[in-house]
């Protein structure tokens, strides 16, 4: 068990895991016990959707680099929100907050320039261990950037532990605002595996920002609206034009890193058809800086509620592609379960990303902690 002082000692300890992803859907949060290791056993988890004027006060601290008014008050916001989050999953899962050693807060990504060095989540860490008397490890991609890294994607070596026993190469994509992969290679003998990762390009941001824009709601619900449209080949190829798409991995970007440009003079349902394509291609394409391509597919986070994009999706990979919920896992929690167990690597010293997951020079460790309240 952990003490008031933060110190882990080996085997399982339960966690929460907090995520607010670039979608800014809301707060994602997951209760799971892992030892940080190849542990984990998910215990419940539960989203607490922000409502439209938060979003809109959220979305205009993006690119913002400095301190002040209204980044410092949404943050203090946001912050309070993550506490009551965690006070809402601990009542749903029945689970004391005494019997919580941890808290791993990821924040809010208003900022990721790594090529700069800057990365910024937006998220008071002392003020979540004082409002929920539980220590909490913040701050989770500084150290990863400052040391020359992408700072993301984070999530590879939870993936890692988690895709024991599965069929190799493995790629687990996540597709959230923005989508990434992580790609596993063989298991040794040892149960370790080499793990490659980077983010693909857009996942559902722009899908979202269009039928927004349009009027049509906050996401094209199942892909619908895609499914009534024609993809829009010149524009697709504008959109794939980016120079990003031929950098190697590890890369990672920032929530608005496209300009939609090409799809403006679309009708609604094209250009929804476009986008939705615009996420597919960018994922096939990631293939060729792979070491092997995939076996396997499996899909994580709200893009796979979008069976439009499924369908791109298997279309291009010509391998099976399939939700992450088929093999048992939650896809809506992931995320959140990676900070958790991220959380518990920090305070077990253990690297947080690898050279091959960030293109940080050496495995790296990573997170503030912050003493419960
Ligand atoms: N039923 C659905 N049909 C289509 N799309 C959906 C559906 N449900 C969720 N989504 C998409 O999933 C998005 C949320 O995904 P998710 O919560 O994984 O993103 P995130 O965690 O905010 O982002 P990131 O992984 O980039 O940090 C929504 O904005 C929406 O585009
Ligand atoms: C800078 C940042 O917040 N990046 C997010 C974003 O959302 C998806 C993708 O881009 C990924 O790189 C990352 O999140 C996941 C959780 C990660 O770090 O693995």
Known sequence: MENRDGDVGEGLRTV???????????????????????????????????????????????????????????????????????????????????????????????????????TRQIGDGARLAAATGIGVVNDLRGADVAAGGQGAPLVPLFHRALAHGLARPLAILNIGGVANVSWIGPETSEGEAEVVACDTGPGNALIDDWVLRHGLGRFDAGGALAATGQVDGAALAALMANPWF???????????????????ALSAADGAATLTAFTAESVARVVAHL??????????????????????????????????????????????????????????????????????????RGGVFHPAG
């Open 291 to 364: 070491p092997a391509p995939p076996v396997r597919w499996l899909v994580c986070g709200g893009g796979r509620h979008n069976a439009t994009l499924m369908a791109m999706l298997a279309d291009r990979l010509r391998v099976p592609v399939e939700s992450a919920d088929l093999v048992g896992w939650d896809g809506d929690a992931l995320e959140a379960q990676a900070f958790g167990y991220l959380a518990v690597r920090s305070r077990l010293g253990l690297p947080l990303s690898l050279p091959a997951t960030t293109g940080v020079p050496v495995p790296m």
């Open 16 to 118: 929460v895991g907090l995520m607010s992803g670039t979608s800014m859907d809301g707060i994602d949060a997951a209760l799971l016990r892992t030892d940080g290791r190849g542990r984990v056993e998910a215990l419940s988890f539960l989203t607490i959707p922000y409502d439209d004027r938060f979003r809109v006060r959220l979305r205009a601290c993006l690119g913002r680099t400095d301190g002040g008014e209204p980044v410092a008050e949404v943050e203090r916001e946001l912050t309070d929100a993550h506490a009551d989050a965690v006070r809402r999953l601990l009542g749903q899962a029945g689970v004391a907050r005494a019997d919580v050693e941890l808290i791993g807060f990821h924040g809010h990504t208003i900022h990721h320039d790594p090529d700069r060095r800057l």
């Open 246 to 264: 031929d950098r190697p991995a590890p890369k990672s970007l920032d929530r608005d890193a496209f300009d939609p440009a090409p799809v403006a």
